[in-house]
């Protein structure tokens, strides 16, 4: 099995998402692309230069206008204050420049990404999804794809530009002061980055707690509000309010010592420039006093520290962000390279159905080592005959199903289609052929039209409406103020269930498989409702190899094989009246819905009977297992 990935990455954050992005930015095949990183690269060089010689060009002005009155070159001065001026601009020009070409590149890289995942997280296993909370995965992709456009954003314009700005300005403190002057500043530079790192790397956890627990209130908050209905049956809301607010309390109490550890940070680095500035500036008073240096250089030196003070001064930030940056990216690279439990074998080949025969032949199947849920089960459905597996609950009837589409791999055994065993085609052609009508039904939060239409992307209105009509549910949608317009709901929720069901039947029939496999397509429906659906499933099912997985009895008396499975094992199989006949499982089975099914219909005759007084409590059977 898979190992789980974690949300908040693990240990410290590393270097690694950086380099894992590194090919979207530099992406085969777009040479466009290519040319705007190289482009981006050189006005970031050239908004760097512009920056590092403008205090140079102030201190220069400021010369000029320190000479006594008769001496002061006032055409000199004004030159050097315009060039100042001109190049501030042209550091303000290149930047944005930067920022204007790279951002093409940079929203491409984010799409990328995210794309990859999205598309990477559908071809992960249905153990994978079961075992996930569908908040927190969207949430690792969309802090993932926000961190890539926090770490290009910072380390490309923050810190790389930071980084050759001390280099270019070391070179100048060298050339124009003296090295006492450049190495004062490094080792302030260097005291600066440490103490930030130092603390941002303590205060990692607290932003992963807050993470944490934002995570858990907002998987609380999607799953309070999908089960809407289910909250309001049991009166539960300040239940439900409670959750939330506890999870929101812990990421309050994380908020509050981030806060707290980012004042011990500002209050830290404020000292340490200080103490920097106040050193440099003293050695540059004192090269003055010794007239090594001129009152221009020494403004120059002022400059250039308060230049480098800007972005030190967000270094913090910045780090802080990189930093969650990678542990978000982190995350989400975890799961774009979460592998997959199902695969492809390298060679491989389409499933080819030409009469559609399923057999299951001794197959063993478990979801965990220790249960064995399918033990050496065998049958066979041959082509364009119907056969049903019913059973009690836990047999291992919807199991036969998850195999039969591949979302699980067998321990042993092998089933095939026409022959081919399902583990030698791909999992794409073998869900082509194969269409489900499932128990239950979860619809899209969108139209009607694109519901049904989802069984086959792109049909036709035409398409589209004939599937309404085969699956009786075209008189239905015409009634609607929208007709086929008309939106669903969250899951499909404002349909009633046997509506949802022929929504189900319309994109079956829709996508045209020559196998069918119904899932307990009406267990959940009444039995007038169910009768109804009957008709259609029966319509679908013309002409195609069907597997009926079913509750009730009554809906699977036509089949020309009814298996019976229990403890994942076939027990009796037959026709409807052989398996009577045996008297065993199946007819005792049989009998009790029989039962059951004769009690609602003492009931309706007992509530339509006038001669029963109103209010007299009546109990009501349950269906019988």
């Given amino acids: 099995m898979a190992r789980p990935i974690t949300e908040e990455g693990d240990g410290a954050p590393s270097f690694r998402p950086l380099w894992t992005v590194m090919p979207y930015l530099w992406p085969k095949g777009r040479p466009d692309l290519r040319a705007r990183v190289i482009l981006s690269i050189v006005f970031l060089v050239m908004a760097t230069t512009a920056t590092s010689i403008s205090p140079l060009f102030f201190g220069y002005a400021v010369d000029a206008l320190a000479k006594t009155p008769g001496q002061v070159a006032l055409g000199v001065a004004l030159a050097m204050t315009g060039s100042y001026i001109l190049s501030r601009i042209l550091m303000q020009t290149f930047a944005q420049l930067r920022d ?14 995210a794309v990859s995942t999205f598309a990477h997280v559908h071809t992960l296993s249905l153990r994978f999804h079961l075992e996930r909370k569908t908040g927190g995965l969207s949430r690792i992709i969309e802090r993932g794809t926000k961190g890539i456009d926090t770490l ?31 190495l004062a500043t490094l080792a302030m530079v260097v005291g600066y980055v440490w103490f930030t790192f130092a603390i941002t790397r303590w205060r990692i956890q607290f932003r992963r707690d807050m993470n944490q627990s934002d995570q858990d209130a ?133 499933l080819v159905v030409t009469g559609g025969e399923i057999r299951f032949d001794n197959v063993v199947f478990a979801y965990d080592p220790e249960r064995i849920v399918l033990k050496g089960i065998s049958f066979t459905v041959p082509a364009g005959k119907t056969v049903a597996v019913v059973g009690p609950s836990g047999a291992g009837k919807s199991t036969i199903s998850r195999i039969l589409y591949r979302f699980y791999d067998i321990r042993s055994g092998s089933v095939t289609i026409d022959g081919q065993d399902i583990r030698d085609v791909t999992q794409a052609s073998l869900r082509e052929k194969i269409g489900i009508v499932p128990q239950d039904t979860v619809l899209f939060n969108d139209t009607i039209r694109y519901n049904i239409a989802y069984g ?28 086929y317009d008309s939106m669903v709901g969250e899951r499909g929720l404002k349909l009633p269930g046997g509506e949802k069901q022929r929504v189900a039947i319309a994109r079956t029939i829709l996508k045209n498989p020559p196998i069918l496999l119904l899932d307990e397509a009406t267990s959940a429906l009444d039995t007038g409702t169910e009768r109804e659906i009957q008709g259609a499933l029966q319509e679908v099912s013309k002409n195609r190899t069907s597997l009926v997985i079913a509750h009730r009895l009554s809906t699977v008396v036509d089949a020309d094989e009814i298996l019976v499975l229990d403890h994942g094992e076939i027990i009796e199989r037959g026709r409807h009246s052989q398996l009577l006949a045996l008297n065993g499982h199946y007819a005792a089975m049989w009998n009790k819905q029989k039962e059951a099914a004769a009690a609602r219909e003492k009931l309706k005759e007992v509530e339509n009977d006038p001669d029963v007084a109103p209010g007299v409590a009546r109990a009501t059977p349950v269906d019988a297992a």
């Fill in 456 to 483: 086959g992307i792109g049909a036709t209105e035409a398409d589209i409406k004939t599937a309404a009509r085969l699956a009786q549910i075209d008189k239905f949608i015409v009634e609607l103020p929208l007709g």
């Fill in 218 to 350: 907002n998987t609380k908050a999607v799953d309070s509000l999908l089960n809407y209905e289910t909250v309001k049956y049991f009166n539960n809301e300040e239940h439900e309010t409670r959750r939330f607010d506890k999870s929101m309390e812990k990421y309050s109490r994380a908020s509050i010592q981030a806060q707290l550890s980012l004042s011990i940070l500002n209050t830290g680095q404020a000292f340490i420039m200080a103490v920097g500035l106040g050193i440099v500036m003293w050695l540059a008073a004192v090269g003055i006093s010794q007239g090594r240096f001129s009152v221009g250089l020494f403004a120059a030196a002022n400059a250039i520290l308060i230049q480098l003070y800007v972005p030190l001064n967000l270094l913090g930030t910045v780090y802080r962000e990189i930093t969650q940056a990678m542990v978000d990216m982190d995350a989400m690279f975890k799961l774009l390279h979460q592998p997959q439990e199902v695969t492809d074998k390298p060679d491989a080949k389409p």
């Fill in 152 to 182: 290009l954003s910072f380390s490309l314009f923050s810190i790389f530009p930071t980084i050759l700005l001390l280099v270019f300005y070391s070179i100048i403190l060298l050339n124009k002061l003296d090295v006492w002057i450049a």
């Fill in 100 to 113: 204007g070409v790279f951002a093409k590149v940079q929203y491409h890289a984010m799409r990328e990404v």
